[in-house]
């Protein structure tokens, strides 16, 4: 499939907020998705967004969307210990279809 | 979501047997269930598309006689790993998609010894 690059690293303290990046290359991406998976575990959706958005917040979590670079971006705001996981974005351009993901990135939340 | 159950969670078996993996759709009628394997560190591929009461689609590099897929129900799809070999472990996860978006089993993490 096309593909979703993610940043692999990202250590930011406990409280100050994470800003976890993604670029997509499918310009027919209609769906795109932010996971978080923690060690030895399964992927716990966090939220989604739809192409015709540009934004979405949901409590901590703010999704940005911009299509026209095909860059999206997960904002978790205070960031607590809890939060360390992998995170992956992936896209799909039809609800049917599989996900393509991108290779996930690592957040480390230190005291 | 759909509520997604994966069995085993681990596995432990010896090189040339084969291992089968369950993937239970609790609460939806799925026909179509996806199939992941994750390697260390590394993203989710998708191995193939597990399609109810037909054959399954694989990725191409996918070995369909290696990795057999069965979805003989609308609520569970099964891999079965077979002739496992060392190279052959991993963390594999299925999938359901449903109206309310895409739900993962909590994964199986096979290794062959």
């Known amino acids: 499939g096309e593909d979703v690059e993610q940043s692999l690293f990202l250590s930011v303290r406990e409280g100050d907020s994470s800003v976890i990046n993604c670029t997509y290359t499918?310009?027919?991406?209609?769906?795109l998705y932010w996971y978080k998976q923690e060690p030895g575990a399964g992927l716990q959706l966090l939220t989604y967004?739809?192409?015709?958005?540009d934004m979405k917040q949901d409590q901590r979590l703010t999704v940005l969307l911009n299509k026209k670079d095909k860059h999206l971006s997960l904002r978790i705001a205070d960031t607590q210990t809890g939060d360390s996981a992998i995170y992956f974005c992936?896209?799909?351009?039809?609800?049917?279809?599989?996900?393509?993901f991108g290779k996930g990135t690592s957040l480390l939340v230190t005291p | 979501g759909a509520v997604v159950s994966q069995h085993p969670s681990r596995v432990i078996c010896k090189s040339g047997t084969s291992v089968k993996i369950e993937c239970r759709s609790l609460?939806?009628?799925?026909?179509?269930m996806f199939w992941y394997r994750q390697f260390p560190k590394q993203s989710l591929m998708l191995m193939a598309t597990?399609?109810?009461?037909?054959?399954?689609?694989?990725e191409q590099g996918v070995e369909k006689d290696k990795f057999l897929i069965n979805h003989a129900s609308l609520t569970l799809s099964t891999l079965t790993v077979t002739s496992a070999h060392p190279e052959d472990s991993s963390f594999y996860i299925c999938?359901?998609?449903?109206?309310?978006?895409?739900?993962f089993g909590s994964g199986t993490r096979l290794t062959v010894v």
């Open positions: 999938s359901v998609s449903s109206r309310a978006g895409y739900t």
């Open positions: 499918d310009s027919s991406s209609t769906y």
């Open positions: 967004i739809f192409s015709n958005m």
């Open positions: 992936a896209e799909t351009t039809n609800s049917g279809y599989a996900l393509n």
């Open positions: 609460d939806f009628q799925a026909t179509t």
């Open positions: 597990s399609n109810e009461g037909s054959k399954a689609t694989y």
